[in-house]
């Protein structure tokens, strides 16, 4: 894989103050050379997508930082050599043969110098109260820094590589530790039992030098040229051998680097091999035994140090160049030693896989060897420490604060302040504020014309800060973006001045009339001068008489400011079902007394739109046209608001009034009246005349109906109205009242040309002259003879003498039946007659017999005395 860096300088808030510091970190990223190359191709291609863009970054999970104070001008006349790490103290062994005692921030507490040769390990006890020193001096000394004891001091005159204290170093009187070297034996040391100290021998010579110890709980891990051993002091033999790969790298080059991740874990980082031993324990019969499952993985560098990093690993990395050497040639660039790279921090999970890589940019690292570097750890801070020879450096995991920066360094306002939300409930941030920083993402959005996202983020920023609210609207008011706020502004918690809110009436009654009218009927009108905005609506009304939308708007502020009738006006002419309420609530009849044609229109208006929906839920309910049809119940123009609002109201609104102002429109005339006669047949009995004329006009079925229901109209003039419209059933009906039956009758022979109707007409005026009249009109004509001939039961006509009147041979169609069934009639007749006079002289006789029983019956003579004395 092609690698590219890019150097990312890493500093405290401190610091930042203070002054630059130098460049610690490389954050390195990898991407596949086929991904490199085909993004090369297309930036070859258009010049517009540039490597760093294709790439997506993604953040370092540690940072980093650079000690100074004393021990950069320690360093300046010295080198580091080895490193160890506690709660309290970094301990810090040089080439002189010193060891430096540092506080975290690298000032010099102390100075141990008891060497005369380079310090190769330190360790420090537990407690922090021991530190234990080995050097190429072949001595190791033990220091006690909390009292002025002398150092112990112990010498194996072969030069040491490694020591190791007990854990309970503090707590016991043996004082034990563990140390090896170049002499490849492994030296375990305590005090016996008259103080004297005495050496064990756990590994003795021949497998080379031991490069590195460490103990933890009972159990030693030790390396050798062979491999790492772990020894456990409470059985007091070794327990597994963990051969070194067969094809790593010799032993001497590259330092073997031991870490306990805890009491049964051992990592072991050695060239290029990282190997995880875990200790097992397996109960067999007789006693407890262990065993070690080892897995090991293959790296691409040499493992410089290692240590535990949450559930991942923390490595450090050493690379080189690769040089390809001629070995013929006597060029010297050609066996030069392979130029180093810079050392490498890299978080490995389990599956080998890399989390993260950061390169650090130490001073002189271009010359170092990979056993130059150390890594050691401060467990329960997560504090680790990378040594050179001139460099001490301090990583630690990235908090939330170091997350926000590097995210609000590359404009991800979004997620910073996300993160910081989310962070509320268990802190938050030390350095950054809600607020602050949701303004500046704000500022961000404001900055590349997001205004709708900024807008939809003010709320859970701003929150219920009044004065913040106000600050951004104006922002936004001044930027010409308001309508991209106004959606957000809250009305309540926090209610605004009242400024604000007139502010974006203004802007929109400019710009947007859907919109300001939207926001008017969303807002409460209590958070504004309602006044104050009726006349800035009112003063653009003026010009724009007919903008709908403005008129709207009036309607409802007029309505917010206990003006009904002013609202009235407007909802009338944008025909709003509201008017109506506003009518009845408001008692406005007197606001309506000259709107009745505006009322008529809107009730049209909304007639059609009752018809239409009727016209669909009857196709709904009819869709095959040829099956029987389900009938609806269809509303009437009398049956819509407006006209019964006039007709339940006539003491308000009189029926003249009404009337004078609908002359103009007969259509809404008759509608109105029509409700009227409908309520009351009384009611406005003196347009009754008026009313014949709206009926034949547009309801000619009702005519009739009215003409038999009223008794307030001119029987000559509806008889004129009806002639002019040739109605000839009301002339009929019109001649029957007015007495002049003969005609009425003519008129039905004459125009009707209908038997059944002149029969009927005959029955109801019950006058023998004019069933004369209709028999002798109806000898000549067929027809009406047959008519007569089959309703003798209901006509005053003797049926011999119109048989006998029929002239002679006369045809007539239908006769024989005619006659047949009068025939049959007459005997139904007949026999009718007889039964009933059977019946009658039966109870004749019945009741008869009933009265001689109760005359022959005898009457109590007391009681008849009684009733005798009681009457007299």
Known sequence: MEQNEEVIQQQSPKEENEGTEDELVEEKRESSSEAETDSEEEDDEDGETTEEESIEEDEPKLKYKRLEADISELLKKDAASAMSVSDRFVALGTHNGDVLILDFDGNLNKRLSSHVASVTDIAIEVSGEYIASASLDGKIIIHSLFNDTKPQVFNYRRPLKCISLDPDFHKKDTQRFVCGGMSGVLNLNEKGWFGQKQDTVLQHSGEG???????????????????????????????????????????????????????????????????????????????????????????????????????????????????????????????????????????????????????????GFQYYQANDYELDYFPSEDMFYVVSPKDLVLAKPRDLDDHISWLLERSRYEEALSSLQEAQAWGGSKIFNLTDLGERYLTYLIEEEEFIKAAENCERILKDNRELWEKWVFTFANLRQLQAITPYI???????????????????????????????????????????????????????????????????????????????????????????????????????????????????????????????????????????????????????????????????????????????????????????????????????????????????????????????????????????????????????????????????????????????????????????????YSLDKPKFIIGLLENLGGANIDPIQLIKRIPDGMEIPGLKNALIKVLQDFNLQASLREGCQKILVSDSVAMANQLQKAQKRGISGGLYIIYLIKLF
Not at 225 to 241: A, F, H, L, P, W
Not at 269 to 295: C, D, L, M
């Open 490 to 776: 809250p009305f309540e918690k926090p209610q605004l001045s009242s400024t604000v809110y007139e502010m974006v009436f203004a802007h929109f009654l400019n710009h947007d009339h859907k919109a300001l009218l939207y926001t008017l009927t969303s807002w409460p009108p209590s958070i504004y001068s309602v006044q104050n905005v009726i006349v800035l609506v009112e003063d653009i009304f003026e010009k724009e008489q007919n903008n709908q939308t403005l008129m709207e708007c009036l309607a409802e502020l007029y309505a917010y400011c206990g003006q009904p009738d002013k609202a009235l006006e407007y909802n009338l002419r944008l025909r709003r079902p509201n008017a109506f309420v506003l009518i009845r609530e408001h008692g406005l009849f007197s606001a309506i007394q000259d709107k009745v044609l505006l009322l008529m229109e809107f009730n049209q208006h909304l007639f059609k739109g009752v018809e239409k929906a009727q016209d669909e839920e009857f196709a709904k309910l009819n869709p095959d046209p040829n099956k029987p049809q389900i009938k609806i119940k269809r509303k009437k123009p009398t049956d819509m608001q407006a006209v019964q609002l006039l007709v339940e109201n006539t003491e308000h609104i009189s029926i003249s009034h009404v009337v004078r102002q609908l002359e103009k429109e007969p259509s809404f005339l008759h509608i109105y009246l029509d409700a009227l006669f409908v309520k009351d047949h009384h009611a406005g009995y003196e347009f009754h005349d008026r009313q014949i004329e709206l009926y034949a006009e547009y309801d000619y079925q009702r005519l009739i109906e009215f003409l038999r229901s009223s008794n307030y109209y001119t029987l000559e003039h509806a008889y004129k109205i009806c002639e002019q419209r040739d109605l000839v059933p009301e002339m009929v009906f019109i001649l029957g009242r007015m007495g002049n039956n003969k005609e009425a009758l003519m008129l039905i022979i004459g125009r009707l040309n209908d038997v059944q109707l002149a029969i009927d007409f005959a029955k109801e005026q019950d006058d023998d002259v004019l069933w004369e009249d209709l028999l002798t």
């Open 209 to 363: 030098p031991i490069s590195a110890v460490r103990w933890k709980g009972p159990l030693i891990a030790y390396a050798n040229d062979e491999g790492v051993k772990i020894y456990n002091t409470q059985i007091q033999q070794r327990i597994t051998y963990i051969k070194r790969p067969p094809d790593s790298p010799r032993a001497d080059l590259y330092r073997c680097n031991l870490t306990w991740r805890n009491e049964t874990t051992l990592l072991v980082g050695w060239a290029n091999f990282i190997q995880t031993a875990v200790v097992k324990h397996e109960i067999q019969p007789g006693r407890p035994t262990q065993y070690v499952e080892v897995s090991t993985f293959r790296t691409e560098f040499i493992v410089c140090g290692i240590a535990p990093f949450n559930d991942m690993i923390l490595v450090l990395a050493y690379l080189t160049d690769e040089i390809v050497q001629d070995m013929e040639t006597d060029d010297p660039s050609q066996h030069r030693r392979p130029r180093a790279k810079r050392p490498e921090l890299r978080i490995i999970n389990s599956h080998n896989e890399e989390i993260s890589t950061d390169a650090l940019s130490l001073h």
